[in-house]
């Protein structure tokens, strides 16, 4: 069983920066999601295990940036230019067989999943 943990969620004003931060051993293809009160997990970003492709939702697109220290097994979120509509619990992700070749944007593709952190922009 792989245990990923977030960690560097916040409260930040909008237009504020914050970097979340995955723990996670082993080589696996990384994603992160958002879920708001009320709505659907939404993919927000990955990267393959190698950190040769990246991928990112278009809300995201020029503010959020994904990377990965492998030295670390460590998966990163920067995220600038918060918007308060960015509010959110944060997720990361790992699936466990690159193999497959799944779409990375979709949450089944992933088998494990962190506990969350919770991302605040006020207005």
């Known amino acids: 069983q792989v245990q990923l943990v977030e960690s560097g969620g916040g409260l930040v004003q909008a237009g504020g920066s914050l970097r979340l931060s995955c723990a996670a051993s082993?080589?696996?293809?990384m994603g992160w999601f958002r879920q708001a009160p009320g709505k659907e997990r939404d993919f927000v970003a990955a990267m393959t295990w190698s950190g040769s492709s990246t991928l990112y939702a278009d809300s995201v697109k020029e503010r959020f940036t994904i990377s990965r220290d492998n030295a670390k097994n460590t998966v990163y979120l920067q995220m600038n230019s918060l918007k308060p509509e960015d509010t959110a619990v944060y997720y990361c992700?790992?699936?466990?067989?690159?193999?497959?070749?799944?779409?990375?944007?979709?949450?089944?593709?992933?088998?494990?999943w962190g506990q969350g952190t919770q991302v605040t922009v006020s207005s």
């Open positions: 992700a790992a699936d466990r067989d690159p193999l497959r070749n799944r779409p990375l944007s979709l949450p089944g593709t992933y088998d494990y």
């Open positions: 082993g080589r696996y293809h």
